[in-house]
């Protein structure tokens, strides 16, 4: 049950193509949107949507592969930890984040081809 405690796990599509930089140290990151949609049925019997978005941090070999498979509109399965930070910006203003560290990537509705 300790794995539990600070875990994550999402289905969803890539709003955009990973943003791959390499650090001084020469380690991968990327970063990417991921938008989760759920559809139910209001009081009225109407169909709603609501779509969020999950900012998303990959480390090391999960960001080269993210850089090399992962583009907009993939639907993908991510398994990985809740992370909050603060930043000051160019004004002066604290800002916060939350993001989810990836530890575990899966693509989804990839075809594959057989030669």
């Known amino acids: 049950m300790y ?10 599509n ?3 193509a990973p943003d791959v930089r390499t650090t001084e140290n020469g380690k991968k990151l990327a970063q990417f ?10 009081a009225k019997g109407e169909k709603v949507k609501e779509t969020q ?4 941090v990959a480390w090391g070999k999960i960001a ?4 090399k498979f992962l583009d907009k ?7 990985g930890r809740l992370v909050n930070r603060s930043y000051t910006d160019k004004e002066g203003a604290k800002k916060y984040i939350t993001e989810i560290q990836v530890n575990e ?8 081809v057989l030669v």
């Open 3 to 12: 794995a539990l405690r600070n875990s994550v796990q999402l289905i969803g």
């Open 14 to 16: 890539l709003g955009n």
């Open 33 to 42: 949107n991921v938008a989760t949609t759920e559809t139910w049925r209001n």
């Open 53 to 56: 978005w999950h900012r998303v």
């Open 64 to 67: 080269e592969i993210a850089e």
């Open 73 to 79: 509109g993939k639907e993908v399965a991510i398994g």
């Open 105 to 112: 990537l899966l693509l989804l509705g990839v075809k594959t």
